[in-house]
């Protein structure tokens, strides 16, 4: 048995989306995935992408892949990855291909002169935790995540700040 990762490119589209879906299923988000073949070609292989691919294969047969992007910290003044999404198909889970994917991310962290990677985890999922934890990651409990999207962010974009009113 083999596993390679290698990077994301556009023939992985398709498989990519099966990926985020499933992801989304096992996270019972099924209904907040509207990612398309042509919004992933845009958004991760157009002229200004926004993110990048991993993906693992096991002998050959795409069984993973880590969504991730660059930002950057102010407190370090060096850029960061952030791990937007990590996901393994059920019957290769165990075999370290999660692992490998992070590790893959920790190296390109390192060679880039990151100064982290971050990422999140739902609080209920109590497997993925422990997977985290046990590599040795600390939970960043002092942070609340927010956020805007959808038709929020779209109402909140339209407001009048105080230095446009006329």
Request: glycine share 8%; net charge negative.
């Amino acid at each position: 048995m083999s596993l390679n990762i290698r990077p994301g490119t556009r023939e992985d589209i398709v498989q990519i989306l099966r990926f985020i879906r499933a992801l989304a299923s096992y996270e019972r988000l099924e209904d907040e995935v509207v990612a398309s073949p042509e919004l992933l070609e845009q958004n991760l292989f157009g002229d200004n992408p926004y993110a990048e691919t991993m993906i693992a294969e096991w002998d050959g047969k795409s069984v993973g892949f880590a969504l991730y992007f660059y930002n950057f910290s102010t407190f370090l003044g060096k850029p960061g990855i952030y791990l937007e999404d990590l996901y393994v198909k059920p019957d290769f889970r165990g075999f370290g291909i999660g692992k490998a994917l992070l590790h893959q991310l920790a190296k390109m962290a390192i060679e880039q002169d990151c100064g982290r990677l971050d990422w999140a985890v739902l609080d209920w999922n109590e497997t993925a935790i422990q997977f985290y934890k046990k590599l040795g990651a600390e939970a960043q409990h002092e942070w609340t995540g927010f956020r805007l999207s959808g038709k929020l962010l779209e109402v909140f974009a339209e407001m009048e700040t105080p230095n446009e009113k006329s």
